[in-house]
């Protein structure tokens, strides 16, 4: 949507007529409402942002603060163009940890699914086997065909426990304590805790350097930079930078006593300030980390793998070893 009302208006159609195009062209429904009732609201008047402002679900803070500035500056069409980079930018982050992620998730349902075929219908025909001829089962195989008994008996109730603390663990996390207390142990995670802090650090400084690249005032600018930090302490260390700025002080300053911030990405900002270049420097800043974030991830995933290799190994080798030992024992009785 944003790169092709970007497109439209640089090509010089007005807003309406632009708005009009793009009504024709989606082919989402829900979507093409959406862009009618904002053409029919510009129509009649109202500001592009204020008509943006009216879907929070499809247009965040940051977009309609950027579209707000551009409205105000008469460079709507510039404002667009930078917003839909901005956005596929973002895009293409959350890809790569989708993308990156998907191998050790694929490995795990593989695993879970081995696990529960083996013991739910291999390991109770080997059990009447065994019991046919008559064997002393070994205890590791007595632990196996308990477990299986347990799976077989009461999947159900296994199953509803299992959605029951899924249930109650989102209800946790939506709770603002229990936001809390995920992010700051997401935070002192090995490897994913560094991996998260840069990801929000890149996001951080590209946020901020577009809005204040498009003319929206810095304190404004860290109000909605809050909101689109997804960890609930670093956005809390966002709030106190805004608190203190709004008192003279410079950003550098402030960020050199967070915690937050690396002194490498403090150091950039401090000469962004006396250069004149902050947005610029925050957007390579962003760049930087958005790097790093990627190495992190490609390490948090080459950890994953090989330890999840050796789950499975581990569990699988114990329910063959419990069914192998019986039949061990019915070789000996024979021989």
């Not at 998260?196 to 577009?210: A, D, H, M, N």
């Amino acid at each position: 949507f944003t790169r092709q009302l970007s497109d439209l208006t640089k090509a010089g159609l007005p807003l309406v007529r632009s708005l009009d195009v793009l009504v024709e062209q989606t082919d989402n429904e829900k979507l093409k409402s959406v862009i009618r009732q904002m053409n029919s609201d510009v129509s009649g008047g109202m500001a592009f942002s204020d008509a943006l402002g009216k879907f929070p679900k499809h247009f965040s803070d940051l977009y309609c603060s950027m579209v707000r500035s551009g409205e105000v500056g008469g460079y709507l069409d510039s404002v667009l163009d930078r917003l839909a980079d901005f956005l596929e930018k973002e895009a293409d982050v959350r890809s790569q940890i989708r993308n990156a992620m998907a191998y050790p998730i694929i490995m795990i349902c593989v695993a879970v699914a081995v696990v529960v075929i083996l013991t739910v219908y291999v390991v109770p025909t080997f059990v009447t086997m065994f019991e046919e001829q008559g064997l002393e089962l070994p205890r590791i195989t007595q632990i196996l065909v308990g477990i299986s008994d347990t799976f077989t008996s009461y999947w159900y109730a296994i199953v509803a426990g299992i959605c029951l603390l899924v249930y109650a663990f989102r209800k946790y996390v939506a709770t603002p304590e229990g936001r809390i207390h995920v992010d700051r142990f997401k935070l002192k995670v090995p490897v994913l805790g560094d991996m998260v802090r840069k990801q929000e650090i890149s996001k951080f400084s590209r946020t901020l350097g577009t809005l204040l690249g498009n003319g929206v005032s810095i304190l404004k600018a860290l109000d909605v930079v809050a909101d689109v930090i997804s960890n609930k302490i670093l956005s809390e260390e966002v709030k106190a930078l805004k608190a203190d700025i709004s008192e003279g002080e410079r950003l550098s300053n402030k960020m050199r006593q967070s915690e937050i911030f690396p002194p490498v990405a403090v150091n950039m900002v401090a000469v962004g300030e006396e250069t004149g270049q902050l947005e610029r420097t925050l957007q390579r800043i962003a760049e930087t980390y958005e790097v790093e974030t990627e190495r992190s991830l490609k390490t948090l995933v080459t950890l994953i793998e090989p330890l999840l290799i050796v789950t499975m190994a581990v569990v699988v080798g114990f329910i063959v070893m419990a069914m192998i030992l019986p039949i061990f024992q019915m070789s000996t009785s024979v021989g």
